[in-house]
């Protein structure tokens, strides 16, 4: 009976210090990977940090590159479209591009790309002061015998006008008459006549401009001189008066304006200008 006391005594001396030794190792091991876990949050935390590289900028040397390196357009589309870019679209830009050989889906592409967009631009009100000068030409050479009172006749601006460092009429832009007066040449050798008053110009944001400026022009009278002499000649020589008088019939010169023919015109009514502002 001894015995067996003392074999199970030893028993549960035997087993005792296994559950210390067990829970040490369970908290030996518990912190090794509690410990792991802070250094995968910080390598993922610098992971997290790292900036990815910004991918750069597409140029229209690079369209020229790609449609030089012969790249399907889909290609090219989908490249332009997937990328920042900075491109030229100015007409002169677009022109060069279009000499290369860059096709017309492409560039047409280029202009439209919303990351190629022109940043807002600035405009502002300019008034244009009562009296400022504005330079024209007739656009077309104008007849006394091809108009009428009241019809339209064009002219062009010469020379920007500039108020304030701001184009308010572009160089080009077109200015309206009204025909006041129109006769063609008469018998006699009477002239023709043709008169006009300036009416407006356009300006650079698509408004109007009133201007004033009349404008006359006369036909060569000189032929009225000869057939009044003629006339006077047919009387002192009645055998031949009919034929003197027949050549009194003779119509006048018409007035002509002709092309490029220069006046001055002058704004006289308040008016007010948005441009784009110049840099």
Known sequence: MRSRLYALSLALLTLHPAAPRAQDAVKNVQPSAQASTPAQGTAAAAGAGTARPVPARLTNEDVLRMVGAKIAPEVVVEKIRGTPCDFDTSPAALGRLKEAGVPDALLLLMVMSPKCS????RRLAVQVPVGTVVELETA??????LVRAGDAISFRVVNPVIVEGQVVVEKGATATALVTKAERGGHFGRAGRIAWMMKEVTAADGSRIP???SGRTVGDSKGAK?????VVMGALLWP??????FHGFKRGENAVVPEGKRFEAS??????VNVTARQ
């Open 118 to 121: 022109a940043p807002p631009t």
């Open 140 to 145: 077309y050479t104008v007849n006394s015998q």
């Open 211 to 213: 201007l004033q400026f």
């Open 226 to 230: 000869v057939a009044t002499q003629m």
């Open 240 to 245: 031949i008066a009919p034929v003197v008088l």
């Open 267 to 272: 704004v006289f009514g308040a008016a007010t």
